[in-house]
């Protein structure tokens, strides 16, 4: 299909100063203060195109110069069988994963494939270096089939006690390559190794929350609900490790305004944490914009105890400009707790009443939805999006033949800087 990319700049959230994308820019040239940068697309009105384009039906929201192959948008249909469970009337389900009877067709079966398919398409097609994603292990399966299937070299870290979450339907391409923190390690472990990476010129960092391209690609689950409703929902639940999805779907949200056919309501951000894992929980609490100080053992030892691994951020974008106290403090909501059990509950409510299965992280906000429901904090006539950000794995998996990526180096934890600089250097792409 032509496509000649989508017309954009970049905005500094703290200052407001707008400037010019120069390719890869995670960050507001000249500005000390850190803040995240927002992408403000030349269409404030949205056009979108049919399923035939995956996630790029969205693409005039999207800031990118190509489209890849492969992709599957977010799918949203009003729940009959759940919500009527719990007594909902107006519950819309964003569902992001394989559910073939719903057109959902993510074959990673997590809506990390929508920062997957935005951030390389992102990408030019002359760029020389090697990109490089740091990841608890959904985001890593996303980049790993994304870049394979569209010959992109890619670096993934990952901690070694998630790598089962790298299952794939068809062998990896060697242009992918990954590398891992010892077992007993957990996310920021990963991120660590990611870092040292990029001090090496031959590689770049994909910039997380900070890359434009990620966030808008998680804001379709917002621009699929909005769209489909017809206008922007009152609460929206989902799990959060980062909160990036969140602070997406707050952006998505003020765009949404300003197209002005979905009215001017700001949706309350009802995010959720895996109890005994709760940072975010803790500061929004104390209504700190400061992150409290946890002890690292103490974090790890708690990363352990949760089933939603992929919740397991220690340094989310919380407190810089633009991040997710901002959002809160902006549009509303709370910040809310799962344990594992009344998520592993949730999943079998959902299985039984809406006939699919979800991920833990999914389960976790879903478990918080019918917590809110029982404890009468919501009313069950509220327009309400539930953002289920992975399912129909089980399924995916007792259909397909499964392939599992292994890494190419171990790294201890706390390891020296120059070796494993060394030992990077020497992979082969």
């Known amino acids: 299909m032509q496509f000649s990319g989508t017309n954009y700049s970049l905005m500094s959230v703290a200052t407001g100063k707008i400037f010019n994308d120069t390719g890869w820019d995670l960050d507001a040239p000249g500005e000390k203060s850190p803040s995240l940068v927002r992408a403000i697309y030349e269409k404030n009105r949205l056009t979108v195109k049919d399923n035939s384009f995956g996630i790029y039906k969205y693409a005039d929201w999207l800031p990118i110069n190509k489209m890849l192959v492969g992709s599957s948008a977010p799918v949203t249909f009003k729940s009959e069988g759940f919500a009527g469970k719990l007594?909902?009337?107006?519950?819309?389900?964003?569902?992001?994963?394989?559910?073939?009877?719903?057109?959902?067709?993510?074959?990673?079966?997590?809506?990390?494939?929508?920062?997957?398919?935005?951030v390389?398409?992102?990408?030019?097609?002359?760029?020389?270096?090697?990109?490089?994603?740091?990841?608890?292990?959904?985001?890593?399966?996303?980049?790993?089939?994304?870049c394979s299937d569209n010959k992109i070299p890619l670096l993934l870290c990952v901690p070694e006690d998630n790598l089962n979450a790298l299952w794939f339907d068809s062998p990896i391409n060697d242009c992918v390559?990954?590398?891992?923190?010892?077992?007993?390690?957990?996310?920021?472990?990963?991120?660590?190794?990611?870092?040292?990476?990029?001090e090496l010129e031959m590689f770049f960092a994909e910039g997380g929350a900070k890359n434009v391209a990620r966030r808008d690609g998680m804001g379709t689950t917002m621009l699929s609900a909005t769209t489909t409703i017809g206008e922007i929902p009152e609460y929206y639940f989902q799990a959060i490790g980062s909160g990036t999805g969140a602070i997406a779907a707050w952006e998505a949200n003020l765009r949404l305004i300003e197209d002005g056919r979905y009215g001017d309501?700001?949706?309350?951000?009802?995010?959720?944490?895996?109890?005994?894992?709760?940072?975010?929980?803790?500061?929004?609490?104390?209504?700190?914009?400061?992150?409290?100080?946890?002890?690292?053992?103490?974090?790890?030892?708690?990363?352990?105890?949760?089933?939603?691994?992929?919740?397991?951020?220690?340094?989310?974008?919380?407190s810089i400009q633009g991040g997710l106290f901002d959002a809160m403090t902006d549009a509303g909501g709370d910040v809310l707790l799962a344990t594992n059990d009344e998520a592993a509950g949730a999943q079998k409510i959902f299985l039984e009443t809406e006939g699919i299965d979800i991920h833990p992280a999914a389960a976790v906000a879903t478990a918080t939805l019918i917590s809110s429901v029982k404890n009468n904090s919501i009313d069950k006539n509220s327009l309400i999006m539930l953002n289920i950000t992975g399912g129909g794995e089980n399924r995916f998996k007792s259909e397909n033949d499964l392939y599992y990526l292994k890494p190419a180096l171990v790294f201890e934890v706390d390891p020296d800087k120059e070796s494993v600089k060394e030992r990077i250097a020497k992979l082969k792409w």
């Open 265 to 318: 309501r700001k949706m309350k951000l009802m995010v959720s944490q895996n109890f005994p894992f709760h940072p975010i929980y803790d500061a929004w609490k104390a209504s700190s914009r400061s992150l409290l100080p946890i002890n690292d053992i103490e974090a790890r030892k708690q990363v352990e105890i949760i089933d939603a691994k992929v919740l397991s951020n220690r340094k989310p974008p919380y």
């Open 177 to 198: 390559k990954l590398i891992a923190s010892k077992s007993g390690s957990d996310y920021f472990d990963a991120i660590h190794l990611s870092n040292i990476a990029c």
């Open 120 to 146: 390389c398409a992102r990408m030019n097609d002359n760029e020389d270096k090697i990109l490089v994603v740091a990841s608890a292990g959904n985001t890593a399966r996303a980049f790993a089939r994304v």
């Open 87 to 118: 007594g909902l009337t107006n519950l819309y389900i964003t569902f992001s994963g394989y559910w073939p009877e719903k057109d959902a067709g993510m074959r990673t079966c997590s809506f990390k494939e929508t920062e997957a398919y935005s």
